[in-house]
């Protein structure tokens, strides 16, 4: 895992990554900034449900929608995972917790009738 620094210059502090192997990376140097190697807590990453499902109750339009925007955010969460995870952080599954994935498993809905998992969790969920 790359450590955290301390970045203190006269206006401000900062922290940032130094994620080069070869040492501290030019540009912070050039700035005059002292260093300090510092313990920060452990950062634990996170993907998200997706918001679009509940677009599955408008009708046909709907479900296309909410069929659509299933994809882009099984894609936006393997990238999130893959960024936290190079970090060296662990990943909480809130996707799956909502079933985001799951259009397959039916649920009875007192107010909509038979509507996929995903679907019902978004809307008692949120």
């Not at 900034?33 to 599955?56: K, Q, T």
């Not at 882009?72 to 936290?84: H, P, S, W």
Request: charged share 20%; proline share 5%.
């Amino acid at each position: 895992m790359p450590k955290m620094y301390a970045a203190i210059s006269a206006q401000k502090v900062e922290l940032f990554t130094c994620a080069r192997t070869d040492g501290l990376h030019a540009l912070f140097l050039a700035l005059g900034v002292r260093l300090r190697e510092v313990d920060l807590p452990l950062l634990i990453g996170m993907n998200y449900y997706d918001p679009y499902l509940a677009f599955w109750l408008q009708g046909e339009g709907g479900r296309a929608a909410a069929t659509d925007s299933r994809q882009a955010f099984l894609q936006f969460n393997d990238t999130l995972e893959e960024i936290y995870k190079a970090g060296g952080s662990p990943v909480a599954d809130v996707g799956g917790a909502f079933s985001t994935a799951d259009f397959a498993t039916k649920v009875l809905s007192p107010d909509f009738g038979m509507i996929p998992l995903n679907v019902a969790r978004i809307c008692q969920w949120t």
